[in-house]
T-cell receptor, first 114, second 114 residues
C-alpha cells in the first residue's frame, strides 16, 4: 500500500495564481514526520520543510505555506502568487519513528506559465 | 557548509561495462542512502547505511548492484555488468542520527547505458 499519495500528477497555473499541492499519508505510528522536497528542472532535490506529528500548526515561509491536518492525514503545500521559478516537481515524504526510511510520493509536476 | 557530493554528474557507458558511482556525505551525518529515480518507478530506495554498516539492502534490484561504505566520508554504488535498463538518475543522501531529520541529497548522477 502506498504510504504517501500525491494524486495530482501535473498542474499548470498562470503566474501570480495561487496553487495547492495535495499530500495524503498513511501510517499507524503515532510519531512520524512529514517533509516536502522540490526538484527543479536542474534535477537536484531540495529540502523545503519538516513537520512532526505532534505539531499541527500551519507554517508560512514567504510565499510558501503548509497545512497539516491529522484528521484527514493530509499535509498540503500552497504557493501564493506563483512565479516561473516555482516550476518544479514537488515531493511529499513520510518518515516513521519506527524506522529510518523515507516514503516518497510520486511527485506533482508544477508548471507556472508566464 | 559542503553538501552531499556525488561524482560523476553524468556517465555514459556501454552495456556490460562496470559503473561506479561515488558519494561523499555531509560531515557528521551517520546515515547514508542510495536512491534511483526513473520516470516509470519514481524514487526508489536502494540501500542505506548507518555508521558505515549496511542496514537495509532490500531495494537493490539484482546481484549486479553492490554498495560499500568503507568509511564515514565515502560510499560507492557499483553496477557490474551494466544494462540499458539501469539508466536512471542515482541520488545519494545523508542525514543525522536523530529520527525525523531531513535527508539531504546530492545533485545526482545521470547514468545512461547504451
Amino acid at each position: 500500500a502506498q504510504k504517501v499519495t500525491q494524486a495530482q500528477t501535473e498542474i499548470s497555473v498562470v503566474e501570480k495564481e495561487d496553487v495547492t499541492l495535495d499530500c495524503v499519508y498513511e501510517t499507524r505510528d503515532t510519531t512520524y514526520y512529514l517533509f516536502w522536497y522540490k526538484q527543479p528542472p536542474s534535477g537536484e532535490l531540495v529540502f523545503l520543510i519538516r513537520r512532526n506529528s505532534f505539531d499541527e500548526q500551519n507554517e508560512i515561509s514567504g510565499r510558501y505555506s503548509w497545512n497539516f491536518q491529522k484528521s484527514t492525514s493530509s499535509f498540503n503545500f500552497t504557493i501564493t502568487a506563483s512565479q516561473v521559478v516555482d516550476s518544479a516537481v514537488y515531493f511529499c515524504a513520510l518518515s516513521e519513528a519506527t524506522g529510518n526510511q523515507f516514503y516518497f510520493g510520486t511527485g506533482t509536476s508544477l508548471t507556472v506559465i508566464p | 557548509d559542503a553538501g552531499v557530493i556525488q561524482s560523476p554528474r553524468h556517465e555514459v557507458t556501454e552495456m556490460g561495462q562496470e559503473v561506479t558511482l561515488r558519494c561523499k556525505p555531509i560531515s557528521g551525518h551517520d546515515y547514508l542512502f542510495w536512491y534511483r529515480q526513473t520516470m516509470m518507478r519514481g524514487l526508489e530506495l536502494l540501500i542505506y547505511f548507518n555508521n558505515n554498516v549496511p542496514i537495509d539492502d532490500s531495494g537493490m534490484p539484482e546481484d549486479r548492484f553492490s554498495a560499500k561504505m568503507p568509511n564515514a566520508s565515502f560510499s560507492t554504488l557499483k553496477i557490474q555488468p551494466s544494462e540499458p535498463r539501469d539508466s536512471a538518475v542515482y541520488f545519494c543522501a545523508s542525514s543525522l542520527r536523530t529520527r525525523g531529520r531531513p535527508q539531504h541529497f546530492g545533485d545526482g548522477t545521470r547514468l545512461s547505458i547504451l
